[in-house]
């Protein structure tokens, strides 16, 4: 690679993916929070979802993104997903030589901080429910916190439906959440990146007693902190009419472009189609 050509470090874009359009609600808080900053978005919507899927499978997947991002040239990469998060981060850290972030650390620490009576619940999909990373990383925090999980698969295809404030969603909610509200928790992190669409649901059937965790929030901080550390921060505005933030899918582009403009409201132009296969 001839560095000449490459833009300084600080100025190159971060890399997001997830396996679909859940991880917009990472990028949308990394563009609130760190609003200089450029994005490279990839969401992988011919082979969604992960949360069903086997270890090694979510990890070649991931690999293969990380490739087509760091032939980006991104500075860094958010892992925008909890569920290859779950499975694949430590392999990508690993392997990088580029700092790597994941939403379940994050989201652990918040958790921990927040709770008064050591009780969380998570609610994620079976995949990270299954790996039982939050409850190790929830411990090592907090040794004695209780920590309660539920795999909720069915709300992916809710909030894909555009389902968010429906009430079969309400009611399914209410099943999943049941046995939560059982165990007397005052956190529940919110383990899957889809969820934070159907909060404003989850806060109603949980109570004002129980916060809701995004570990969204908490991710980009995060990644604020440590661009700083790494002198990665961009201090300049990106001038008009640069291509700030750019989109990749691996299928159904359309689809993916009207969803991401109801949830990140910057005028999304265009989503770009990529053969992930490819990397
Ligand atoms: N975005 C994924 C997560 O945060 C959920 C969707 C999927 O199953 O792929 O775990």
């Known amino acids: 690679m001839n560095e000449d050509k490459l833009e300084p470090l600080e100025k190159r874009p971060i890399g997001v993916f997830d396996s679909g359009v859940g991880g917009l609600t ?3 808080e990394i563009m609130r929070q760190i609003p200089n900053e450029s994005i490279i978005y990839f969401g992988d919507t011919a082979r969604v979802p992960y949360g069903s899927k086997s270890k090694e499978t979510v990890t070649r997947f991931s690999r293969q993104i990380v490739r087509f991002l760091q032939a980006h040239d991104v500075k860094t990469i958010v892992v925008a997903c909890n569920t290859a998060s779950a499975y694949a981060l430590e392999e990508l850290e690993n392997e ?3 700092p790597v972030i994941g939403v379940v650390k994050p989201g ?5 901080e927040v709770t ?3 009780r969380i619940g ?3 999909t079976e995949a990270t429910i299954g790996s039982k990373i939050y409850n190790q990383y929830i411990k090592e925090l907090t040794p004695d916190a209780m920590i309660y999980g539920k795999a909720c698969p069915l709300f992916v295809p809710l909030v894909e439906e555009g389902l968010w404030q429906d009430p079969v969603t ?3 909610a209410r099943r999943y959440l049941m046995e939560l509200i059982d165990c007397d928790i005052d956190t529940l992190i919110l383990g899957c990146t889809h969820y934070p669409l159907i909060r404003s649901t989850l806060g109603r059937i949980m109570g004002n007693n129980v916060t809701l965790v995004n570990p969204a929030y908490e991710t980009a901080r995060e990644l604020r902190q440590m661009l700083e550390r790494k002198g990665l921060l961009n201090r300049e505005t990106p001038g008009l009419g640069a291509n700030q933030y750019q989109f990749y899918v691996s299928d159904a582009a359309e689809k ?8 990140i409201k910057y005028g999304i132009l265009s ?4 053969n992930i296969e490819d990397y």
Do not use: M
């Open 108 to 112: 652990a620490k918040a958790a921990a």
């Open 26 to 28: 990472v990028a949308k």
């Open 96 to 98: 990088c030589d580029i």
């Open 256 to 263: 993916f472009k009207q969803f991401a403009n109801s949830i």
């Open 122 to 124: 998570v609610i994620a």
């Open 170 to 172: 309400e009611e399914i």
């Open 116 to 118: 008064r009576n050591g």
């Open 271 to 274: 989503a770009k189609l990529v």
